[in-house]
């Protein structure tokens, strides 16, 4: 029996892995949608290339 158990969740585990999952590529990228636009906007005039406020350069 318990054979039979174990045949049976490693088919249903088999059967789950199966699902397509989208490539990497595909998703949006976070950072160049949300966050390079607000560094560029809030933080670049302060600690972009010319100017480093505090030793940060952006």
């Known amino acids: 029996m318990k054979r039979a ?4 969740l490693a088919l249903a585990a ?7 999952v989208p490539a990497v590529a595909t998703l949006p990228s976070t950072y160049e ?3 390079a636009p ?6 670049t005039g ?4 010319e100017r480093a ?3 940060l350069r952006l």
């Not at 088999?14 to 397509?20: G, K, P, R, Y």
């Open 5 to 8: 158990a174990l045949a049976l």
């Open 46 to 49: 302060c600690h972009g290339a």
């Open 53 to 55: 406020k505090g030793g």
């Open 33 to 35: 949608a949300l966050i």
């Open 14 to 20: 088999c059967q789950s892995a199966d699902v397509e």
């Open 38 to 43: 607000l560094l560029a906007e809030r933080c």
